[in-house]
């Protein structure tokens, strides 16, 4: 475990908050009056995994508002199914779509998901997880029998992201908006050791290198370009 905080890296932790809030509430009075008063207004939807390691915001070069963000393990979609409790994903989606109107949804994978090696090592390691091993089988379908290790690790990542693509697809009010062309839905896969970050659209075949040189404000607006 990892030892307590000692009191110089609490002061160091509250140091950087300080920064944090002088940013948007000193040097920028009118930055968070503004969300207030108009209410937030996002593009952009990342559905991201709840992994410590994977900031979409520091990924994204997002400023406060510019994505609504949900998380969970290994960033999955579960498909549309009206008749279950519960489902705080696709409670996330809807208001997403149906009240901010978000014209982009991004699933952000990433390589190294705990989710994903729990998914793919589940018929060896029998030692039971009562609540992640039901969820983790949303993207049973991205299994791979003839790999096994990291590449399997590798490979089920990248394929969950496009299960949860497709999941995406079988919620009528998004389908209804992406074969009319106001929605748009983007698979992003970041490579934890590398810093690299790949896209993959629902329109397109296979997986393309996003140049992470895009300078804000405008970084986001290029990267969901791709």
Request: glycine content about 6%; aromatic content about 8%; hydrophobic content about 35%.
């Amino acid at each position: 475990r990892r030892p307590p905080r000692s009191t110089l890296d609490r002061s160091s932790a509250a140091s950087d908050v300080y920064k944090r809030q002088k940013e948007y509430y000193i040097n920028r009075p009118g930055f968070y009056k503004s969300l207030v008063e108009k209410g937030q207004n996002p593009e952009v939807m990342v559905i991201a995994c709840s992994d410590s390691r994977v900031n979409p915001s520091l990924i994204a070069n997002a400023e406060p508002g510019d994505i609504f963000i949900v998380r969970n393990v290994a960033n999955l979609v579960p498909p549309y199914d009206a008749n279950t409790n519960y489902l705080g994903t696709s409670a996330c989606i809807e208001f997403a779509v149906q009240d901010l109107g978000v014209r982009h949804i991004i699933v952000l994978g990433h390589s190294h998901c705990g989710g994903i090696k729990r998914l793919c090592e589940r018929a060896v390691n029998t030692k039971c997880r009562e609540f992640i091993d039901p969820w983790v089988s949303i993207a049973n379908s991205a299994l791979d029998s003839n790999l096994d290790g990291d590449e399997q690790y590798r490979q089920v990542e990248r394929g969950a992201v496009r299960v949860s693509l497709n999941n995406l697809l079988t919620f009528p009010l998004l389908k209804t908006k992406f074969d009319k062309g106001d929605l748009e839905i983007h698979g992003w896969f970041f490579e934890l050791e590398s810093g690299k970050l790949f896209s993959k659209s629902d329109r397109a075949i296979g997986w393309q290198s996003i140049q992470m040189n895009s300078p804000a404000p405008n970084a986001l607006n290029n990267l969901v370009r791709h």
